[in-house]
């Protein structure tokens, strides 16, 4: 294959008739399939990657080094295909080529460096980083409606008129402060223009141009399908729950800014701190567009399951681990500890295979890989049972 991907047939004396054709552009679902093949193979990667570092340095590093080996494994997968200008499996697998969109030439290296950099490294940059930002921000937030409910709580004339503007926008920015912080808006927005283009299906690949040609020939009777539908889908989602938070902030607004409803609307609030008032109605409200990735924090989860079942958060577990009477079922104090934190258990919780582990320990394992940790037997999160002794 040339530099110029378009490939037009050499046309000499000999044969008049010998016909041109360009490499059309590979479609959504080529795209799709060969991203689902990538995955696979580098999934079969960490899996191997996982058994080394459990066989050298035990259970517990594997589990807490998860995304750290699939990080690695995503880089090593990329830097042994796409970095070094070849194909990835799965691309090889779909018949289609990675290209430059303005040029239509093979991508240059800076291109391939910046896309894989940005499609593996900046993901788990986020992941990393964006807890921390969010509790520093929660942190400011409250500190700054406590200090103007103070202000306002220490006017006589000023604690009978509705809250501010400032302190309405605050309280708003930390309820939906994880909404507001998430890339998943841009991901779904990205994802609707792909179902409708069928160009570029990762946010990396816009950001560098990188798309796909298909390398056969196609007949003019066949049809390149694409997924438009799903477009029209998402973007009526993505409308549908934008209208529903609109309105439900709207609703809340009015009824703070109404004095006759500020008596009812005390009924679902609750003190934090200094005495900031803050919303603590059960019902969920409507997400900003697309509610925003939990991540792997216990508090966060937490916090979400107790929302969503309408059921009080714990403050302590709900057993204790030291009563015999609960313990009765397990033998020893050694046999007591879970295997992955290697810690006193905490929530057990039963695989169907009937071994036992911390609940948040075996949950993060199997969303990982869906095998027992112990005798590697098939096993999925929604079958794990917490043990109600």
């Known amino acids: 294959m040339s530099d110029y991907i378009h490939n037009a047939g050499a046309s000499s004396s000999q044969d008049d008739a010998a016909a041109s054709f360009s490499y059309p552009w590979a479609a959504a679902p080529d795209i799709i399939r060969s991203n689902q093949k990538d995955a696979y193979f580098q999934s079969v990667l960490l899996t191997q990657l996982s058994s080394v570092i459990r066989s050298l340095y035990g259970a517990r590093t594997a589990h807490n080094w998860t995304t750290e080996a699939r990080t690695f494994t995503e880089l090593l997968y990329l830097g042994l295909t796409t970095f070094v200008g070849n194909r990835t499996l ?70 009978k008129q509705p809250p501010s503007r400032s302190f309405q926008f605050q309280a708003y920015v930390l309820k939906h402060l994880d909404t507001i912080t998430s890339p998943a808006p841009v991901y779904a927005l990205s994802m609707a223009i792909f179902y409708f283009s069928g160009a570029y299906y990762q946010l990396s690949k816009r950001l560098f141009g990188l798309r796909y040609i298909f390398t056969r020939k196609l007949e003019p009777s066949e049809q390149r399908v694409g997924y438009e539908v799903l477009g029209i889908l ?8 934008g209208y529903l938070h609109l ?16 008596a009812a609307a005390a009924g679902n609030t609750a003190a934090i701190g200094g005495g900031v008032q803050v919303e603590t109605d059960t019902t969920i409200s409507a997400p900003l567009l697309f509610e925003a990735p939990q991540g792997a924090d216990p508090v966060v989860q937490k916090e979400r399951l107790a929302k969503i079942t309408h059921t009080p958060q714990l403050q302590s577990h709900r057993y204790n681990l030291e009563d015999e009477d609960v313990m009765q ?27 036992v582990f911390c609940w ?17 037997q098939s096993a999925l999160v929604q079958h794990v049972l917490p043990m109600r002794g």
Not at 234 to 241: D, E, S
Request: proline residues 6%.
């Open 329 to 355: 079922w397990i033998d020893g104090t050694q046999q007591r500890k879970c295997t992955l934190c290697l810690e006193a258990m905490k929530d057990p919780s039963v695989t169907t295979c009937g071994h």
């Open 247 to 262: 309105q439900e902030t709207y609703s809340h607004a009015q009824s703070v800014n109404v004095p006759s409803n500020n």
């Open 234 to 241: 998402l973007v009526l989602q993505m409308i549908v729950q």
């Open 360 to 376: 948040q320990c075996v949950t993060d394992w199997l969303r990982e890989q869906p095998m027992c940790p112990l005798c590697r």
């Open 90 to 159: 799965g691309e090889e697998y779909c018949d289609i080529v990675q290209v430059e969109d303005d040029s239509h030439r093979l991508p240059s290296i800076a291109r391939r460096a910046g896309y894989i950099l940005s499609s593996v490294l900046l993901p788990y940059a986020l992941n990393r980083f964006l807890p921390a930002f969010r509790r520093r921000l929660r942190a400011k937030l409250e500190v700054s409606m406590r200090k103007l409910h103070r202000r306002r709580a220490s006017s006589p004339s000023r604690s």
